[in-house]
């Protein structure tokens, strides 16, 4: 199922951030948004029917994870045009914080909605995307964008690539997010630490899955209401070492307490991050090319997330559980020192608003000039 969804993806990244610069963004999140309904009653026939077959569920994933893939640059290069530049900073705050409060109530419902069936479940993602896609449509935007010049299809499909390339505060920002996540990804290991180090089975297991996400919501409320305005780089730098830090403490603990407490500072620390690096992407690239440089970051997002679950699991299968997350933790703070003399440019920023596209002379495509 990881693999139906990770490889469409995988493929169809750069060609989403392409569509999301060359096209209407609110249309591609439109059509994003009717695909995902499509895949929905897709399962719901699949349900109804009682099909054993599998390929068909397989398929219907793979449209499910391309449509997404698509929709992703397009909404995330969409936000600059909806508000007022000088307040994206907080925009990024509420909209990350109502994502993560998505991830916490998401299940829960689902759950709930499966008590039912699985085509009732089905059923109400149809009715859900479909709602998606009347909303993305009716999106009212301040402008259209720039308009993006002639260029070969390598060259503008590479584009994000060769501009996050050359924008060190990019490369900095996203690679430093890549490596933490790939090392401190102890989360994967939730199910194993529930039932075998500190043996609170599935309820415990469950309250241990919500609880990053429930301390970003709340870092995210606290981010819209109070957003950074005084050394953004030097305090993403921190709360990156902080996940790391609270990674090895929860690593060793043999308290559920402890453990929770944790994971609600590795999801607050996390949540800064993230505000932090998507904002310096939006501002520091230029309108025409934000969806490609959108794509890239959630290239690299994604393939961290997936790889660094697999990472987790091999060093426990080659060190042990607890040694595995603490090493993972030492790691991250590890890349914090080595990222903070690497990229200057980032411990730098002072005013996230401060932030302007990179002044070098870059055609639309990324290719210098």
């Known amino acids: 199922m990881g693999l139906a969804q990770f490889l469409p993806a995988l493929l169809m990244m750069l060609p989403a951030g392409d569509v999301a610069d060359r096209y209407d963004r609110r249309m ?18 699949l349900s109804i029917a009682n ?22 640059p397009a909404a995330d290069s969409l936000l600059p045009r909806i508000v007022p530049e000088s307040r994206f900073s907080d925009a990024v705050a509420w909209s990350s914080s109502s994502g993560q409060t998505a991830i916490i109530l998401g299940p829960a419902l689902g759950g709930a909605l499966y008590l039912l069936g699985p085509a009732p479940a089905y059923a109400a993602c149809l009715a859900l995307f479909l709602l998606n896609a009347i909303g993305s449509a009716a999106i009212s935007t301040r402008s259209r964008g720039e308009i993006l010049p002639e260029a070969s299809r390598l060259e503008t499909l590479t584009a994000g690539v060769s ?11 996203i690679s430093l997010d890549l490596f933490a996540v790939l090392l401190g990804g102890a989360t994967a290991l939730l199910p194993i630490y529930a039932r075998d180090i500190l043996h609170v089975g599935p309820a415990g297991l469950g309250l241990m899955r919500s609880a990053p996400a429930a301390g970003a919501v709340m870092m995210g409320i606290a981010l819209g209401r109070m957003p950074l305005r005084r050394r953004a780089g030097a305090t993403m730098f921190a709360c990156v070492a902080l996940f790391g830090a609270a990674t090895i403490v ?18 607050a620390a996390d949540m800064v991050s993230v505000y932090v690096r998507r904002t310096l992407m939006q501002l520091a690239t230029p309108d025409a090319m934000r969806g490609r440089v959108s794509s890239v970051e959630r290239l690299f997002v994604g393939a961290s997330n997936e790889l660094g679950g697999f990472e987790s699991g091999v060093t426990a299968e080659w060190f042990g559980t607890v040694p595995s997350v603490v090493i993972g933790g030492i790691g991250t703070i590890a890349v914090v020192v080595l990222w903070w ?29």
């Open 28 to 45: 591609t999140m439109c059509v994003s948004g009717a695909l995902r309904a499509l895949s929905a009653a897709v399962f719901v026939v």
């Open 51 to 72: 099909v054993q077959v599998i390929w068909p569920f397989y398929a219907a994933l793979a449209i499910f994870a391309g449509a997404r893939t698509f929709a992703a």
């Open 163 to 173: 501009y996050v390339r050359v924008h060190r505060i990019l490369l900095g920002a």
């Open 250 to 267: 929860f690593g060793i603990s043999t308290s559920l307490i402890l453990s929770l407490a944790m994971l609600v500072t590795l999801g």
């Open 341 to 369: 003399r690497r990229f200057p440019e980032i411990r730098n920023v002072e005013n996230l608003n401060d932030v302007k596209p990179y002044e070098m002379a870059l055609d639309a495509t990324g290719s210098e000039s």
